[in-house]
């Protein structure tokens, strides 16, 4: 048959697995290969869906790089927080979309995370427009903060500039990786882009210019649901 | 009049209606830049040159012109244009992108998908200004399009789009509309009646003045020269399925005909207080409709006559509230796209995502007795200081999710919602607190087109019409 891998194929499929291609892939044929095809990093958060159920309990993966990268730096951004927290908080609870969030420092980069139902730009503009200039705080002390405060002021380059650091999601579905990577990339969609034998190379490519990224769209014990309808379900008011 | 704004610097259409009975769209690409800035020049020279004037929001006097002329421009237009990149650069996301690119988010999508639309909006590269002509004769549309197309150096006409009342302000699905708009406290409407919602701050419509976000501002594209006391609109060609729209109600009425709980929708005899007589399922209908709407066909609101649409005349049908338990349903189409003071899930967003509507009919009215294959529907402009944080945001979290009461989520807006009748539904409430679930709603409107375009202040088109290089 024509589809029988031949032994060069089969070579190169257990390369993977060999200790030696691995450290020379790394150093040297992927930033060569990255070189050769460039690739851009995917707009972070999800896609907007036609599915209803896959418009509520969207996942927000900020991560955002200190400007001081020592444990002062960190212990900064721990206190911005700890200052802000009663603001930033009535602020979640204002914007009513807002199903959980928490801050994490991890490395030099100070996180936030939340679960989220809708239009992403319609949760962070009501946020801003509720607590004002209080996230500035946060905001002042990472990497290319200082462009978009006052965020009051500032609203669409801020909205922008948190769609720029909320990370990837890597689509559960292979193909949808390989369809993202070609809309990214300005291609019309092609028939390579549903051979699943690219996706390795699709993905090592996509990680070599989006260090981080998450993995999938997240587990939920009840999909589908907005914060609404489960604050109502449990009487707990909306 | 406004001390705030000098009104020769707005274009006319923005902040006031001009209620001509017809309109014509231009759609044109600019076929060369230097000509084309001339144009830009030359509309806003107030001189007679031959070419016709923007209209400005300037007192008319005691004579109302035959015609008014008004331009937007897409950002591809600015960029024909040669607005550099730096200016380019400081326009929003979603302008930038172009209302083709937001589909799945406003609901385009199946038939409604951008890629179907009709030339030229298949073209959205292509689509660099819209002119519209407003007269109350289609002899003086046709006069002021030759005026403004000329002998075709400036831009090429793409294609044409006319609008036309038939019946004053009622719309194809037989309903009484253009009832109520934003009020601002700079601007004096007479035609506008207190409607019982706070008056909007002038950036709700106009870039660089305050919002309804209380210490917030709109980010006005620079330089100011062309940013300031311009606005956005989002355009769109709706075309709306009457015949499919008179269907569905014929078999919600026969649904509701045999529900046990008939008689809690229509108590024996109350027929009589709708449409001056109806028959029960006749009746029905027009009960259907109007909780889709939000409205009685001829205007008057649920949430103030929710029993029948049979009230002394002038009465204000602007001047309610959904507070408390509102008789008019959660999802309805009204209440869907303006919250007003009711309860919604975000909790500072009730006034901040208000829209001026301006728009009419497209196509011949459609009569019953002789059904016929022929288009028709609506040509709005939902104009607003900030596409994303109005038009969008409307669309997506309130229109079509129904994010904003718990009792909605997961359905679409009964009349203009992306709805497929396997799926959709919308509840029919009843005044023992329950509801019935009307299903099967297809989708009654499709859009066929739109863009979203720039509307600049007569300063900011003569800036445009000034750009060398």
């Known amino acids: 048959m024509a589809d029988e891998p031949s032994w060069f194929e089969r070579w190169v499929d257990e390369l993977l697995n060999n200790d030696r291609f691995q450290r020379l892939a790394a150093k040297i044929l992927v930033p060569y290969w990255a070189w050769r095809t460039a690739v851009k990093p995917q707009p972070g958060g999800p896609h907007f869906s036609m599915q209803p159920g ?12 200190l400007k001081d990268k020592s444990p002062v730096g960190r212990a900064k951004a721990a206190l911005a927080i700890a200052q802000n927290k009663d603001e930033i908080y009535a602020g979640l609870d204002n914007v009513g979309t807002v199903h959980f969030a928490r801050f994490v420092i991890v490395a030099d980069n100070i996180c936030m995370f939340s679960v989220y139902d809708g239009d992403f730009t319609n949760y962070i503009r009501d946020f801003i427009a509720t607590i004002g200039s209080v996230f500035d705080a946060v905001v002042g002390l990472v990497e290319g903060g200082d462009a978009v405060i006052p965020s009051e002021r500032n609203i669409e380059a801020f909205i922008d500039w948190v769609h720029a650091h909320d990370l990837y999601q890597v689509p559960d ?66 | 009049m406004s001390a705030v704004f000098n009104a020769a610097d707005l274009q006319g259409n923005i902040v006031r209606g001009y209620r001509k009975p017809r309109a014509r769209y231009l759609i044109l690409e600019v076929t060369n830049r230097e000509w084309a800035r001339r144009w830009l020049t030359d509309i806003t020279s107030g001189r007679d040159n031959g070419l016709p004037q923007i209209t400005s929001e300037a007192p008319w006097g005691d004579t109302k012109p035959d ?9 591809q237009g600015l960029r024909a244009l040669g607005a550099p990149a730096a200016s380019l650069a400081t326009f929003p996301t979603e302008f930038i992108e172009g209302m083709n690119a937001r589909a799945v988010k406003l609901g385009d999508t199946g038939a409604s998908a951008a890629e179907l639309w009709p030339f030229p909006f298949n073209h959205p590269q292509r689509v660099h200004l819209i002119a519209t002509i407003y007269a109350d004769a289609p002899a003086e549309l046709d006069r002021i399009q030759n005026l403004a197309i000329g002998d075709g150096r400036a831009l090429t006409l793409l294609g044409t789009r006319d609008g036309a009342g038939f019946n004053g302000d009622y719309v194809h699905f037989g309903y009484l509309d253009n009832l109520t708009q934003p009020r601002f406290a700079e601007v004096h409407d007479p035609d506008r009646y207190a409607d019982g919602q706070p008056m909007a701050p002038l950036g709700t419509v106009l870039l660089g003045y305050p919002t309804n976000f209380e210490g917030l501002l709109f980010r006005v594209p620079q330089p100011e020269r062309l940013g300031l006391n311009g606005s956005f609109n989002a355009f769109r060609m709706l075309q709306q399925d009457v015949a499919g729209f008179e269907a569905y109600l014929d078999r919600a009425a026969d649904d509701l005909m045999a529900h046990p709980k008939l008689d809690e929708v229509l108590p024996p005899g109350a027929e009589a207080k709708i449409g001056g007589g109806l028959s029960r399922p006749a009746a029905l209908r027009e009960l259907v409709a109007a909780h889709l709407c939000g409205r009685w066909r001829n205007g008057l ?46 909790r500072v967003a009730n006034n901040s995502r208000r829209l001026i509507r301006r728009g009419l009919p497209y196509g011949p009215a459609y009569n019953p007795a002789h059904p016929d294959g022929q288009e028709r529907g609506l040509l709005g402009n939902f ?34 919602g992306a709805n497929d009748p396997l799926t959709s539904w919308f509840d029919l409430p009843l005044r023992s607190g329950g509801s019935i679930r009307l299903r099967g709603l297809p989708r009654f409107v499709t859009t066929r087109g739109g863009a979203y375009t720039f509307l600049p202040s007569l300063p900011a088109i003569r800036h445009l019409g000034a750009l060398t290089d």
């Open chain 2, 301 to 346: 609101p649920l949430a103030l006559y929710p029993d029948g649409d049979q009230v002394p005349s002038d009465v204000n049908m602007t001047n309610f509230d959904y507070v408390g338990a509102s008789r008019c349903p959660v999802g309805a189409h009204i209440r869907r796209c303006n919250p007003r003071g009711g309860q919604i899930v975000q």
């Open chain 1, 173 to 238: 579905l292979a193909t949808d990786l390989l369809r993202d990577q070609e809309a990214v990339n300005g291609a019309q969609p092609c028939t390579a882009g549903n051979d699943l034998r690219l996706l390795p190379r699709a993905l090592i490519l996509q990680l070599h210019v989006n260090s981080n990224v998450s993995l999938g769209s997240g587990y939920r014990a009840y999909p589908g649901y907005s914060v609404a309808q489960v604050r109502q379900q449990l009487g707990i008011g909306w």
């Open chain 2, 383 to 416: 104009i607003g200081a900030n596409l994303g944080a109005q038009f969008e945001a409307m669309a997506c979290d309130w229109l079509n999710l129904g994010l904003q009461d718990p009792r909605v989520t997961g359905s679409n807006d009964p009349l203009l």
């Open chain 1, 54 to 65: 896959d418009n509520v309990m969207r996942m927000m993966n900020l991560v955002m790089p």
């Open chain 2, 67 to 75: 015609s008014c002329f008004n331009i937007g421009l897409t950002y």
